[in-house]
């Protein structure tokens, strides 16, 4: 079975920088597409940003330019990096991974971005 566990999250200013891990064990990463989400207080989860098996990437609009999604089969883990950190960006961040007919969650990591 894949378990997903995320780290890296906490209070950040505005402007600055955090870099979110997803670590899987039980199972290889490599045929996984993997996702970054997020949810905000009373608000829906969102996408954040995708890559697939094959390092396709892809972002949401109000990310583009400042977040940058990686992955390290070696290490079995998925990477978010954020910067220019906005407030608009504090949200618990979930990663997910998926093939054709299976999902799987972890429980998220919050960020914060206050001065």
């Known amino acids: 079975q894949l378990q997903l566990v995320e780290s890296g999250g906490g209070l950040v200013q505005p402007g600055g920088s955090l870099r979110l891990s997803c670590t899987a064990s039980g199972r290889s990463l490599d045929s996984y597409a993997v996702g970054w989400f997020r949810q905000a207080p009373g608000k829906e989860r969102e996408l954040v940003a995708t890559?697939?098996?094959?390092?396709?990437?892809n972002y949401a609009d109000s990310v583009k330019g400042r977040f940058t999604i990686s992955r390290d089969n070696a290490k079995n883990t998925a990477n978010l990096q954020m910067n220019s950190l906005k407030p608009d960006d504090t949200a618990v961040y979930y990663c997910n991974a998926r093939t054709i007919n299976r999902f799987y969650w972890g429980k998220g990591t919050l960020v914060t971005v206050s001065s």
């Open positions: 890559i697939t098996n094959i390092d396709y990437t």
